[in-house]
C-alpha cells in the first residue's frame, strides 16, 4: 500500500470519530431492518429530510413483518413527501421478502440482499457493511466524489459508476473487516458534510495536504453537473397528486384530481393551500395531469375503482 493511502486510512477515520453527525441508524443499537430502511429513504433524499420519517417508520414497523402485514398504500401514506414515492413500494416488497424467505430476519450477505427486491448493488454493499460488519466496497456518490478529488485529481466523478472508479475503491478498501467498514462510513461522511459537490470546504478536510485535485490547482470539470429541474415537471405534478392521495380518506373522484374544483384566479400564500389546491395551483395542462394519474396507476402508486383513486390497497 502507498503512502498516500496509509495517510488517508488514517486520517479520515480519526477524523470521522471526532465528527461524524449522530444518526440515530448509526446507533449501535439500531437494528439491521433500521440500517435497510435509512438506506433506502437516503438514496437522493437529504438526511434532515430522512430523519422524521425514518424515526416514525420504525416506531410503527419495527420489524419487516409489522410492515409486511399492512397494505402497500400504508407504505406510500407513510413515505410522505420523502419523494420517489416508488421507494416505499419497494420497501414493502422487500419487507414482504424477508418474511417469506428469510424468516423475518434481514439477511446479513451481500448475494442474499441482493435477492430482495429493489435493493441494488449500492444497498446490498451498505447494509452488509454498516448492519452486519462485513468488508464490502460500498460506493456512493459521496464516496465517488471524494475518490475523484482526492485520488484522481478531478473535480467531479463520472456522470455514471465505471468500472474503473470501482476498482479504485477496491483496491483502497483496508484489508481488516472492522477497518474496511470506518473508511466506507467516514469517507461517506467527508463527501456528505465537507467534499460537497458544489463548495468543499477544503479548509476544514482533514487530507487538504493530501488531496490530489488541490495539488493540481482545482482544475474544472471535465463535464458540466446538469441540475435537476422542479416546478413544471411531470415529477413535480405527481408528487402534488400524490399528496392529495395521502391526505384524503377515502377514494378521490377522478374528476376532482383532474379539474380545478375552485376559482384558481385570486392569490393565496402556499401555507394556505390544501393539498387539492396546491395540485391545481401548478396550472398543469390537462396532457400533463392525465400523463401523471396514468403512471401513477401504471407504477401501482395509486389504484382506481368506480369509486375513484387511492392509495394502492
Ligand atoms: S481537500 Fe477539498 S477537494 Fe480535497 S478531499 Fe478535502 S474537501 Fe475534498
Known sequence: ????????????????????????????????????????????TPVVRVLPVWVSWLQRWPTPAGLA?????????????????????RLHAAAKAIVEDFGGE??????????????????????????FGRRETVVDTNI???????????ALPSPSLTAAEMRLAAS???????????????????????CTARSP?????????????????R????????????????????????????SAEGPVRRELLLHAPVDLAAPRPAAEL?????????????EQMERALTGLIADRLASENASGVSLPL
Open 201 to 217: 470546504r477544503c479548509a476544514e478536510c482533514p487530507i487538504l495536504d493530501r488531496c490530489a485535485w488541490v495539488a493540481e490547482g
Open 172 to 194: 483502497l478498501l483496508p484489508a481488516d473487516a472492522g477497518d474496511s467498514v470506518a473508511w466506507n462510513a467516514s469517507v461517506m461522511e467527508l463527501g456528505a458534510v465537507v
Open 69 to 89: 402485514s399492512e397494505p402497500s398504500g400504508e407504505a406510500v401514506r407513510a413515505w410522505g413527501r420523502l419523494g420517489y414515492p416508488r421507494r416505499a413500494l
Open 106 to 131: 434481514v439477511p446479513s450477505t451481500y448475494p442474499e440482499l441482493l435477492r430482495l427486491p429493489g435493493v441494488g448493488d449500492y444497498t446490498a454493499a451498505a447494509v452488509a457493511a454498516f448492519a
Open 219 to 246: 482544475p474544472e470539470p471535465h463535464y458540466t453537473a446538469k441540475g435537476q429541474a422542479w416546478a413544471g415537471t411531470d415529477r413535480q405534478v405527481r408528487g402534488a397528486m400524490m399528496a392529495v392521495l395521502r
Open 274 to 286: 390544501d393539498p387539492l389546491e396546491a395540485l391545481h395551483r401548478l396550472q398543469a395542462v390537462q
Open 144 to 154: 465517488r466524489r471524494v475518490h475523484a478529488r482526492a485520488v484522481t485529481g478531478n
Open 1 to 44: 500500500m502507498n503512502s498516500q493511502a496509509v495517510e488517508l486510512h488514517r486520517r479520515i477515520p480519526e477524523w470521522f470519530a471526532g465528527n461524524a453527525r449522530e444518526l440515530p441508524w448509526r446507533d449501535s443499537g439500531c437494528t439491521p431492518w433500521g440500517v435497510l430502511v435509512s438506506e433506502i429513504m437516503l438514496q437522493q
